[in-house]
């Protein structure tokens, strides 16, 4: 079983809707919690960065952190087609490694 | 700004070649890291560096080696490609002691 378990997707929506990406893990060990855009052909990006449970919000992102049920999402309101790339998780349980999600592709059409 | 540079975008290698992959981080950075990206398997760590000539495996070491001389550049060889080392290499770099790793755009290494 892998650490960090992501549906590959590809994700397709509309532009405007609400998009809900997710990664489960296995360690409950993990305390910091990130997520990475990339644009394809290019490296990732950090978008969002949360230490331990709850939420935070910057602008149309919110990325959500359940301890409890080793799940971590990150919400996409009000979708734009800019916004089409490969969202990968990434966690880690002190400052040494950081462990990745395999990524969600997402494509927002018009 | 954080800067990542990756010496080359795209590079077309012969089996046994040996291929040098060149990074170079501006912001001071301690910490560097080299990882490979394949389709499904996501990004998995190669090799990383704590400090100058200060080098770790990472998890799938095998058939690379490293290099870092300075504290701005983390270099990766491969001392003889093979076909199975075709694939996307990002270099990443990070302050010692805080988990975010800024990535450069990536070098697409194809070994025919």
């Known amino acids: 079983q892998k650490e960090v378990e992501q549906d590959p997707g590809p994700l397709s929506v509309p532009e405007g809707a609400i998009v809900s990406l997710n990664c489960t893990y296995s360690n409950s060990a993990f305390q910091y919690f990130m997520w990475y855009r990339q644009y394809s052909r290019k490296g990732p990006e950090l978008l969002m960065y949360t230490y331990s449970s709850g939420n935070k919000e910057d602008g149309r992102f919110t990325a959500q952190v359940d301890k409890s049920s080793k799940y971590i999402s990150l919400f996409i309101r009000d979708s734009q087609p800019s916004d089409s790339a490969t969202y990968l998780c990434?966690?880690?349980?002190?400052?040494?490694?950081?462990?990745f999600g395999t990524g969600t592709r997402l494509q927002v059409f018009p | 700004d954080v800067k990542v540079t990756q010496s080359s975008r795209y590079l077309v290698k012969r089996t046994g070649e040996k291929v040098f992959l060149e990074c170079v981080q501006d912001?001071?950075?301690?910490?560097m890291f080299w990882y490979r990206q394949d389709p499904g398997l996501g990004l998995r760590l190669i090799y990383f560096s704590y400090d100058v000539k200060m080098k770790e495996k990472g998890d799938i070491p095998e058939g690379y080696s490293v290099s870092r001389e300075k504290k701005e550049r983390f270099s990766l060889i491969l001392e003889s490609a093979s076909t199975n080392q075709t694939s996307m290499y990002l270099c990443?770099?990070?302050?010692?002691?805080?988990?975010?790793?800024?990535f450069g755009a990536g070098t697409r290494l194809s070994v025919l």
């Open positions: 990434a966690m880690s349980y002190n400052t040494d490694k950081l462990i």
């Open positions: 990443a770099s990070r302050t010692s002691g805080k988990n975010i790793q800024y």
């Open positions: 912001m001071d950075h301690e910490n």
